[in-house]
C-alpha cells in the first residue's frame, strides 16, 4: 500500500489493468487504504459490477463509507484480507470473484500518521497495529519478550544482520527506561549497528520486522492466498504487489506452485493422484519506471505479480 501520498497508489494503472475488470464483474480490493485502486476499479465497473473492499484501520473503513456510501456496487468490510473467504460466503459470490487485488505492506495515511507508530522518521507512540482495537503494540510486546525473541523476530522477519545487537541493546535499555516511542526505538537501533547502508535508515529492517510480525502480515499473506483459490471463478485474476523481499518470496513460490501442480507419486500413484495446475502466470515480475520512483520515492521496492485461475 505504500504510496507518496493517499492519492498515488503504487502501479496503479497497471495493476488495474492485469485485473482485466469487466463491466458486469465481480472484484475484490483487500487492502483498501485509502481507495486509489478502489476508485480505478469502480471506474471501470457497470452498474451490474460488484467491488468488496477489506481493511483492517477502522480510519480506512469510514474512508470508504465516506466516499461511497450511495454506491450499491460498492461494500466495506472491517478486518484482515484472511476474511477473503468468509466474505465472498456471505456475499454469495465464493467461485465467482473474477478479481482479487492484494496491495501490501502500510499504507501512506498510516505512515504519515504520528499517532499510529509505524514510521522512524515521525516521533510517536511505539504502536505499529493497523488495528488499532486489537492485539498488543509493539512497545508492549518489547516490554515483556525475551532477547532471544527479540533477535530472532528482527532477523526472520526484517532480514536484518545485526538482529542480535539490537536485540541486546533494546533489553539493556528497558531495563532502566521503557521503549514507548518510534524515536526512542529508532536512536537505540542506530546506536546498536555498526554500519550503514546508502540511502537506508538503518531503523528500516527492525521497523519493518516488528509491523510485520505483530500484524500476522506473512501468515495472514499465506491465508488469503489459499483462500483465493477458493473464491476466484475460472480466468479470475489475482494481482499482488508487495514492497519486499519476505512477501514477495512467498507470492513468487504460491504462484509458480499453483502454476506448476502436483505430480503423482511414481512410488504410490495409487495413493495421491495427480492435482493439475491451478494458476496461470501472468506475465512477468512489474517494477515502477524511473518516472514513478522519482514521483514517488516509495514505489522504488515495489513488485507486481499477476496469475489466472484454471479452469
Known sequence: ?????????????????????????????????????????????????????????????????????????????????????????????????????????????????????????????????????????????????????????????GEERFAKRIAHAIVAIRETTPITTTQQLAKIVSTAIPSRERNKHPATRTFQALRIFINHEIEELGSCLEQCMRVLAPGGRLVVISFHSLEDRVVKRFIRGQARGIPPDPRAPWVQASQAPQLRMVGRAVHPDEEEVRLNPRARSAVLRAAERLA
Open 1 to 157: 500500500m505504500a504510496a507518496g501520498d493517499s492519492h498515488r497508489p503504487v502501479l496503479l494503472q497497471k495493476a488495474v489493468e492485469l485485473l482485466a475488470v469487466r463491466p458486469d464483474g465481480v472484484y475484490v480490493d483487500g487492502t483498501f487504504g485509502r481507495g486509489g485502486h478502489s476508485r480505478e476499479m469502480l471506474a471501470r465497473l457497470g452498474p451490474a459490477g460488484r467491488l468488496f473492499a477489506i481493511d483492517r484501520d477502522p480510519e480506512a473503513v469510514a474512508a470508504a463509507k465516506m466516499q461511497w456510501a450511495g454506491d450499491r456496487r460498492f461494500a466495506v468490510y472491517r478486518g484482515a484480507f484472511s476474511m477473503l473467504e468468509r466474505i465472498a460466503q456471505q456475499a454469495a459470490v465464493a467461485e465467482r470473484v473474477n478479481g482479487v487485488l492484494l496491495d501490501l505492506g502500510v499504507s501512506s495515511a498510516q505512515l504519515d500518521d504520528a499517532r499510529r507508530g509505524f514510521s522512524f522518521l515521525r516521533d510517536g507512540p511505539l504502536d505499529m497495529r493497523m488495528d488499532p482495537d486489537t492485539g498488543e503494540s509493539v512497545a508492549q510486546w518489547l516490554s515483556r519478550v525475551s532477547r532471544e525473541e527479540i533477535a530472532d523476530v528482527i532477523h526472520r522477519y
